[in-house]
């Protein structure tokens, strides 16, 4: 209802016109693709940590006993490290190991340098990719995209197999009434609608200029085919790996309880009644529960004065969400895997590409807009995409500091959702408010030849908007009602614990999502009153007919003869002035213009056909574009 009409128009307006579309619609607009590429600058400066992390471990996965698998002794001795018995292996290694965590954001502990390497190895990758021509960039995306799946697949099949993957599948398939009407998993899952289609970073708009396929609506419902099938794919693994790391936890808690149980009834602490279940590894899952469950009252709140009720469901919620669900969760359930340093290395090396294709499609999302924008830069493309590669590097670095895990929940929050949400707002009312959406249907209508209904149009003009309204008003209240808080690591507890953010985090978060609308703001606010396009009168209705030299002539139906009038579909704007009407092309226009003037850069000549006062004038090509013809 949301993903699929705006996919269609990010992709349709790329296709009509290849660069500058929103200037297109009206000159106020000229901060959209700028915003577009602040959001990219934005997410991607935080985004490759997630992949120098991966990149860490594939680098400890190399090993047949996997670090993060048991404890690591102290120097000289065969003793555990203290701080690693008190809580898991997969805990430790990621909290101590990878992050070297402080206690708060405002500790910062400086830069882990094993984090700072591999952070230089992504973004030297990236910049090495995105160099590349558009033949090669788009071979080495086509593999990296393929690999993840390949590996996912294995991983699916391997999932089905494990002990107690039903237990994550059935809480999977289980509905909740509480869930569904909570307003925050609307939130979440329209963030991640915006994510996962690319919506709000331009990166659509740009591949869709350039790509070769003339059937946009085909091209949007094949990819929001292939993100349903890739989330129910991802969806089944998760659960069921979370499955079996939940039983395999649940059985290890019991055997930890019951051994403890009866140590104390010997000390006599407890009674006999006490007694746990005997050979606990032949029965099922849930028979410690079980038994615990059916203790009268009295005796059970006893027992658990000492022992855990090792509950399944507590055990499979744990560590569900954010960096924990792969760092530990996945980490830990990898080790109990046959051949687990095979399966460790292919998954780390699924994350390492879909992060390196995501961060070379958001290079492009940054550069072709900027270098649209300011022509002067294109002379300079190369040096330009290497200096933008370095820069995002080293604003990355505040991700490598020892607090950079706090920071990155600070970015999340801040740098994604709101300005997104913005971004995509504004793109929907500028079609189908300022530029029209019946208008923009109908011209669709005859590129593609498929037959739009009144539904779409609806979808367009009304619920869409409506849904991003929700979504942006929810956010903004959720914003500024709640105090923002992040979760820190206590290494003295041995938990996470709730803290506020500090007053300068907040602003650092608030100037985030100021930077990333600014260019829209500013746009709006100097940019030139007289639009290029406008929407057709209401009183009117204006034809295009193209002349055998590719001119462009407005003509009136009501000034046609009836015999010499041609049907089309072939919406225009005009402008009523005081001396006349002041004739305007359409976006549809524009674009078949652009893509006569296209056809002569290719083969290097000056465009002669028609007049030149009816053909609206194409700005210089960016080398990447220039490079794709």
């Known amino acids: 209802m949301m993903g699929i009409p705006l996919v269609f128009m990010e992709m349709a307006l790329g296709h009509l016109v290849c660069f500058g579309v929103w200037t297109k ?10 915003a577009c590429s602040m ?61 070297e965590v402080t206690g708060n954001i405002e500790e910062s502990g400086g830069i882990v340098p094993s984090l700072f390497i591999c952070l230089l190895v992504v973004w030297l990758l990236i910049i090495l990719i995105s160099t590349q021509s558009l033949k090669v960039q788009g071979k080495i995306l086509y593999y990296s995209m393929v690999i993840p799946y390949a590996i996912l697949f294995c991983f699916l099949i391997r999932s089905f197999m494990l002990e107690g993957s039903i237990y994550g599948l059935r809480h999977l398939m289980t509905i909740k009434a509480s869930a569904i009407t909570s307003p ?34 085909q091209d949007a419902f094949i990819v929001a085919f292939i993100n349903l099938v890739s989330s129910l794919l991802a969806t089944q693994v998760v659960f069921s790996v979370l499955g079996f790391r939940a039983t395999m936890s649940t059985r290890e808690c019991s055997n930890q309880s019951s051994w403890k149980l009866l140590q104390l009834i010997k000390m006599g602490k407890l009674p006999i009644e006490a007694s746990p279940p005997t050979e606990l590894l032949k029965k099922p899952v849930k028979a410690y529960t079980m038994w615990l469950h059916h203790l009268n009252r009295d005796l059970k709140k006893k027992v658990l004065e000492y022992v855990s009720d090792c509950n399944l469901e507590n055990q499979l919620l744990r560590y569900i969400k ?19 340093p095979f399966w460790s290395v292919i998954f780390f090396l699924m994350f390492i590409n879909l992060g390196l294709s995501t961060s070379v499609g958001l290079m492009q999302g940054i550069l072709i807009p900027l270098l649209y924008n300011f022509p002067s830069l294109q002379n300079y493309s190369l040096a330009f995409s ?37 971004v995509v707002l504004f793109e929907n009312i500028s079609v189908a408010w300022i530029y029209g959406a019946k208008r923009f249907m ?19 003009r ?11 008003i929810y956010n903004l209240s959720e914003m500024l009602l709640k105090s923002p808080s992040y979760r820190a690591w206590d290494k003295r507890s041995f938990t996470t614990s709730v803290l506020p953010y500090p007053t300068w985090a907040v602003f650092l978060g608030s100037s985030l999502i100021l930077l990333s609308i600014l260019p829209i703001l500013v746009g709006l606010l100097k940019g030139s009153k007289k639009p290029i396009i406008l929407p057709l009168p209401k009183d009117s209705s ?54 006569t003037a296209v056809g002569h850069v290719k083969r290097g000549d000056s465009y002669t056909g028609g007049s030149a006062q009816n053909v609206p004038s194409v700005p210089p090509l960016p080398p990447v574009a220039r490079e794709s013809l």
């Open 25 to 34: 619609i009206h000159p106020r607009l000229w901060g959209m693709g700028l």
């Open 442 to 460: 109908n011209e669709m209508w005859d590129l593609l030849g498929l037959n739009f209904s009144l539904m779409h149009e609806c979808l367009l």
């Open 542 to 595: 204006l034809q295009l007919s193209l002349t055998s030299s590719y001119g462009l002539s407005l003509t009136s139906q009501d000034q046609q003869a009836p015999s010499s009038r041609k049907t089309s579909r072939f919406s225009e704007a005009q402008t009523e002035e005081a001396s006349g009407s002041h004739k305007q092309p359409s976006l549809l226009s524009l674009s078949k213009s652009m893509g």
């Open 462 to 472: 009304y619920v869409t908007p409506v849904i991003l309204l929700i979504l942006l």
């Open 386 to 422: 290497v200096i933008i590669g370095c820069l995002s590097f080293l604003c990355g670095l505040l991700f490598t500091q020892r607090s950079g895990l706090y920071f990155l929940t600070l970015f999340d929050e801040f740098a994604l959702s709101l300005p997104l949400l913005i």
């Open 322 to 340: 954010g960096p924990d669900l792969v760092f530990i969760a996945f980490a830990e359930a990898i080790t109990k895997f046959s051949g687990s």
């Open 39 to 99: 959001v990219c600058f934005l997410v991607s400066v935080y985004y490759n940590i997630f992949t120098a992390w991966s990149m860490f471990y594939l680098s400890n996965s190399f090993q047949y006993t996997l670090p993060w698998n048991q404890c690591p002794l102290v120097m000289n001795t065969s003793i555990p490290d203290p701080d690693c018995a008190q809580v898991t292996s997969s805990i430790y290694f990621w909290y101590w190991k990878t992050l």
């Open 184 to 217: 925050i998993l609307w939130k979440r899952a329209g963030t991640q609608v915006f994510y996962n289609m690319g919506l709000g970073f331009g990166s659509i708009i740009v591949l869709s200029s350039i790509s070769k396929s003339k059937n946009c609506a």
